[in-house]
């Protein structure tokens, strides 16, 4: 049973630039979640899916990030014109609707540093 | 809006100690989930154990046990008999529920547990 993979680990970009993440999340999980975690601080909740309807989206997500989830299989992150502000730890997890208390099972994140 | 708080940025134990990380919370809503992860480092999160606010009882996993006061909105974390694995940061969260739908979990900063041998 593999888990929540994600994909690259790590990202190094320059300013301006558009950048795009992958999640696949464990196989029988219905729902996939992206937060972002800057440094000293906990994750912060971006946006999430169920199969490949997207319900929520938090105010973090500026009109520059966009998510995907086609066929409710794996999910992009995208992020267009890149900012030195959107430097932190983009994680993925994923889970079993049960009602909404279900475990999200994290990935290990990837690291993007913009310069 | 829910809010979660770590007032203790780091804390040290002995090995073989018990070591009590703590937490509190702000949520209008009743029904709402608790959880504490642990983020080894460089190494994903994890769970360690989690709570529905709808149960009186304290959930324990093994060495890790929790002492949840929901009047106090507060959800400490003990660690029993500590071991130099559980050396990471140590997150709280909180997750409502919202009418069968989902929303995304709300975390605090974390608390740096270090373990000395």
């Known amino acids: 049973d593999t888990g929540v993979s994600q994909d690259p680990r790590h990202k190094i970009t320059k300013r301006g630039q558009n950048v795009t993440f992958r999640c696949d999340p464990i196989s029988e999980h219905n729902r996939l979640y992206w937060y972002r975690q800057t440094l000293g601080q906990g994750p912060e909740f971006l946006t999430y899916f169920q199969n490949e309807a997207q319900l929520e989206k938090s105010r973090l997500l500026s009109d520059r990030f966009s998510a995907e989830r086609p066929k409710g299989s794996f999910s992009t992150l995208e992020i267009q014109r890149t900012e030195q502000g959107d430097s932190a730890m983009y994680l993925c997890?994923?889970?079993?609707?049960?009602?909404?208390?279900?475990?999200?099972?994290f990935g290990p994140g990837t690291r993007l540093l913009v310069l | 809006a829910q809010t979660v708080t770590q007032s203790q940025p780091e804390m040290s134990v002995q090995e073989a100690e018990t070591v009590t990380l703590s937490c509190t919370y702000d949520t209008s809503e009743s029904d709402y989930y608790l959880f504490w992860y642990k983020q080894p480092p460089s190494r994903q999160m994890i769970l360690v154990i989690r709570q529905e606010a709808y149960k009186q009882q304290n959930a324990t996993e093994n060495r890790f046990s929790v002492n949840f006061q929901k009047a106090a909105k507060s959800f400490s974390l003990k660690i029993s008999d500590s071991q130099l694995g559980d050396a990471a940061m140590y997150f709280c969260?909180?997750?409502?529920?919202?009418?069968?739908?989902?929303?995304?979990?709300?975390f605090g900063k974390g608390t740096h547990l270090i373990i000395q041998p």
């Open positions: 969260a909180c997750k409502m529920y919202s009418g069968g739908g989902a929303d995304g979990l709300t």
């Open positions: 997890a994923s889970s079993i609707a049960t009602g909404g208390g279900e475990t999200q099972y």
